[in-house]
């Protein structure tokens, strides 16, 4: 097998995994960071770019970081000494990610991170949506939320939706009532 047959087997293999290969022109500034990151770390530049996206990806998700991330994005702070602002606007669908999520909730994805499952906080979701919904919410509104901030659904699989919301509404009062039997029955 030659050079060229290696190649074309490697890119349908990625390809497979669900990769797409990508040309892109950085800007002098970003360069400069590819070269001083590449130096330092002896990773290739696809390496690099693959663990920066996925490191953005996670400080998005990371309410506490939003508010940086906004401002980079905005134009409002540089990322290196020295350089310009990014001139890019964050765009409008960015602005459920931009909403600071509840301390309650908070508390709820920590819980979750440490491995507690999220059935067992069911009811506190609850008070969550309720609150969030007298804030005049939509369902669809809080699911965005929910998802934008990576709170992981009861099963622990899948996206948010109106229709989960509306079902863990209608699903509250039944948790209550078979708790306040239990107490009856003790």
Known sequence: MDAKETVEKWREKKSKEGGRSMSVWLEPEAVQALDEIKAALELTNAKIINKSLLV?????????QLHVIT???DGQISLF???EP????VKPATKEIQAEMPPALADIKNR????????EMKSEIVDVIKTMLEQNLSRTKIADRFNAWGLLTMSGDGKWGHSQIGRMLKN?????EVAGDQEKNH
């Open 56 to 64: 953005f990806s996670r400080v998005l998700k990371d309410s506490t």
């Open 71 to 73: 401002k980079l994005l």
């Open 81 to 83: 000494p020295g350089t």
């Open 86 to 89: 990014i001139k890019q606007k």
């Open 112 to 119: 979750c991170d440490q491995g507690t499952p999220m059935k």
């Open 172 to 176: 509250k009062p039944m948790v209550q």
